[in-house]
């Protein structure tokens, strides 16, 4: 698999669990008639947010995948990145959608798309030096 494909793989997979999770507030704004915010409903709320969390990190760690398979970087560099990213939006989104509390989901999600950035950020930089 070539970089661009390897990039494409995380790329598709992000891109889905963005439109799954946009799909999930549609389905709460339309089953608890809520047409614009929360409408003080705790999980329409967390519909939200979770959403809205993904779509935060999301777009810079596909930026960076993107010039990362353009690049002379091996491929398990980009594997890794997008590895990172996937867990971590598929585990936050799934803890998050369950409760707004504290939970092993959000949590290990969190530090796994942190870690990601991280990953994609240095690696980016690494190109440009």
């Known amino acids: 698999m070539d970089n661009i494909n390897i990039a494409s793989l995380y790329i598709g997979l992000n891109i889905l669990l963005v439109l799954f999770l946009a799909i ?10 809520i047409g614009l915010g929360d409408g ?19 777009p810079a760690a596909l930026i960076g995948l993107v010039l990362l398979s353009m690049s002379a970087q091996p491929g398990w560099v980009i594997h890794v ?3 990172l990213l996937t867990i971590g939006r598929v ?39």
Not at 102 to 129: D, H, M, P
């Open 24 to 33: 999930n507030v549609i389905r709460h704004r339309r089953g608890k008639g």
């Open 40 to 58: 003080g409903d705790p999980e329409m709320l967390r519909a939200i947010r979770t959403h809205g969390n993904a779509t935060e990190y999301v």
């Open 81 to 83: 990145g997008g590895a």
């Open 91 to 129: 585990l936050h989104a799934s803890g998050l959608i369950k409760s707004s509390g504290v939970s092993k989901g959000r949590l290990i999600g969190t530090s796994c798309t942190l870690v990601s950035l991280l990953w994609i950020g240095v690696f980016c930089l690494l190109n440009a030096i």
